[in-house]
């Protein structure tokens, strides 16, 4: 089974005719899940309650954070996953703070070097800036830190920003929208961010790989 974990506190929708208008981290992975060939699971930490590692080492003993949040479930299914896609948005140069509370609290599984993610295959998807690496190096840091295996894949996509949805992007000087268009009376279906088709050839090709890399590791009982 492969799990996808979209770090985005904004949850996937389309328009009327199909565009995406928000929501790019978690149709990405969804659509790598969809193209895997194997069985998945997805979740969004969208509306979940995932606190950030306080460091009171509560969990040096037994490996299992105390923290009382909704960490822990989704930590279940990630030891009984074989491969991992998580996703994250670019905020300010930097992954979002959902993203990094949620990374960050799987200090609580490398102590004693118990490493309980060690191998764990995995893809990193990030979205934001194309440029900008920081994000996908920020979840690379945290996977090696637990000895997961080195990404299948890792995939960046230009983000949609939320000044297309805000309510005020036709109008407003600070917002994507009138720096792109200038000032406008309203914001039309032509000028809507559309997500590059390059991108979701390159996240086929990455599910493919990990589909594969997954069906290795389970090979079939040989024809008798």
Same mark, same amino acid.
């Given at each position: 089974?492969?799990?996808?974990?979209?770090?985005?506190?904004?949850?996937?929708?389309? @328009?009327?005719?199909?565009?995406?208008?928000?929501?790019?981290?978690?149709?990405?992975?969804?659509?790598? %899940? @969809?193209?895997?060939?194997?069985?998945?699971?997805?979740?969004?930490?969208?509306?979940?309650?995932?606190?950030?590692?306080?460091?009171?080492?509560?969990?040096?003993?037994?490996?299992?954070?105390?923290?009382?949040?909704?960490?822990?479930?989704?930590?279940?299914?990630?030891?009984?996953?074989?491969?991992?896609?998580?996703?994250?948005? @670019?905020?300010?140069?930097?992954?979002?703070?959902?993203?990094?509370?949620?990374?960050?609290?799987?200090?609580?599984?490398?102590?004693? *070097?118990?490493?309980?993610?060690?191998?764990? %295959?995995? #893809?990193?998807?990030?979205?934001?800036? *194309?440029?900008?690496?920081?994000?996908?190096?920020?979840?690379? =840091?945290?996977?090696?830190?637990?000895?997961?295996?080195?990404?299948?894949?890792? %995939?960046?996509?230009?983000?949609?920003?939320?000044?297309?949805?805000?309510?005020?992007?036709?109008?407003?000087? +600070?917002?994507?929208? #009138? @720096?792109?268009?200038?000032?406008?009376?309203?914001?039309?279906?032509?000028?809507?961010?559309?997500?590059?088709?390059?991108?979701?050839? =390159? +996240? *086929?090709?990455?599910?493919?790989? %990990?589909?594969?890399?997954?069906?290795? =590791?389970?090979?079939?009982?040989?024809?008798?």
């Amino acid at each position: 089974m492969i799990l996808g974990i979209s770090a985005s506190g904004r949850n996937s929708k389309r @328009n009327e005719s199909g565009t995406l208008t928000h929501g790019l981290t978690e149709d990405i992975i969804r659509y790598i %899940l @969809n193209k895997s060939g194997e069985s998945s699971e997805f979740i969004s930490l969208a509306g979940k309650n995932i606190k950030g590692c306080v460091g009171c080492c509560g969990c040096a003993e037994n490996n299992i954070c105390v923290l009382d949040d909704d960490w822990a479930a989704i930590r279940d299914k990630m030891f009984a996953a074989d491969a991992i896609v998580f996703g994250a948005p @670019n905020y300010y140069g930097v992954i979002n703070a959902l993203g990094h509370a949620f990374l960050e609290r799987t200090f609580s599984l490398r102590h004693r *070097e118990r490493f309980k993610l060690a191998g764990k %295959l995995s #893809v990193i998807v990030t979205t934001g800036s *194309e440029e900008d690496p920081s994000v996908e190096d920020f979840i690379r =840091k945290i996977f090696r830190s637990n000895y997961m295996a080195e990404p299948v894949g890792a %995939l960046k996509v230009a983000g949609i920003s939320q000044c297309y949805q805000c309510g005020y992007g036709e109008s407003c000087a +600070a917002g994507s929208v #009138v @720096n792109r268009h200038g000032f406008i009376d309203e914001i039309r279906e032509s000028i809507l961010p559309r997500v590059n088709p390059e991108a979701y050839k =390159k +996240a *086929e090709i990455i599910a493919h790989r %990990l589909g594969e890399v997954v069906r290795s =590791k389970h090979p079939q009982d040989p024809i008798k």
